[in-house]
């Protein structure tokens, strides 16, 4: 309080002389209709900055919670479309709405973190347990496949990246349903490759290619990439291709997990099988 009161009495005429002239503008704009219209127009635009940036604070801090929102409603969106429904009738015609019977349901998840220059790479969704993540559970994202949930804990989970040495998946092409396996080389995280595809196959330099039917994790039809270079494998008759990934695993961000709702049917029956075969 001692500074404070030495400071005024320090500068008491320059604290006056700006008293005096903010008196002065107050008496000058009250009493001249042209100052006082200038200083409302410089008012009211200095108020509606004011407001603006307001405004942008407050949408820029809501930004999380609407990304939130429309992903919520793109995983909802998602397991509507034809591709998460199978067939589930008695008699295969005619058929009905009602006759459609839902395999896959979506819901959204965030990678919080992720690898995509190692030669095994994975993702750490923050998703696991509690919001009822299972191991093997497909992982895609806004553009295409992302991976597979390998271990769960309760709030979290981590899946192994389609970029991964170990993964393998079952691919077809879009146009005409030539299919093969899909794996990643190691080296650059844009690009996997097909090795398997037959030499018959009519394969073009742009086709789109998706999941195939036969994956038992994976929904058909969910984008993998476009085909970005051709070569003929003399040796073993089959063609070779490489894939420009349709995910970008180096900006990925949000993810969809797709839960099975046949999973337990399934697994059932592959164990099953698996004990037949062991018993023979």
């Known amino acids: 309080m001692g500074k404070l009161l030495a400071f005024l009495r320090q500068n008491s005429v320059e604290i006056l002389f700006i008293a005096l002239q903010f008196l002065c ?32 604070v407050e949408n820029y801090l809501s930004l999380k919670e609407q990304n939130e929102v429309l992903q919520r409603e793109n995983a909802r969106l998602r397991s509507l479309v034809p591709d998460m429904f199978v067939l589930d009738a008695p008699v295969y015609f005619p058929l009905n709405n009602e006759d459609m019977e839902q395999r896959y349901r979506v819901f959204p998840g965030r990678a919080i973190n992720r690898s995509f220059k190692k030669a095994n790479n994975a993702i750490l969704i923050d998703k696991g347990v509690k919001h009822g ?64 595809l037959p030499t018959h196959a009519d394969i073009q ?38 894939i420009q990934l349709s995910t970008d695993f180096s900006s990925l961000h949000a993810v969809y997990l797709v839960e099975d709702m046949r999973k337990d049917e399934v697994d059932e029956i592959i164990e099953q099988a698996l004990i037949n075969n062991t018993q023979r």
């Open 25 to 56: 503008l107050y008496v000058l704009v009250q009493t001249k209709s042209f100052h006082k219209s200038r200083w409302n127009q410089v008012a009211g635009s200095f108020t509606n900055r004011i407001i603006d940036v307001r405004s942008n």
């Open 205 to 242: 330099i742009g086709d789109t290619v998706v999941t195939d039917s036969r994956s038992t994790i994976f929904p058909p039809g969910i984008t993998v990439g476009i085909v970005d270079g051709i070569e003929f494998n003399t040796v073993g008759d089959f063609i070779h291709a490489q």
């Open 133 to 196: 993540v299972y191991p093997g559970m497909a992982v895609i994202g806004p553009k295409g496949v992302v991976g597979i949930v390998k271990d769960v804990f309760p709030r979290y989970s981590t899946a192994l990246a389609l970029i991964h040495s170990n993964m393998r998946l079952s691919v077809r092409l879009k146009s005409n349903d030539f299919f093969g396996s899909l794996t990643w080389d190691g080296r650059d995280f844009r690009f996997a490759q097909i090795t398997d």
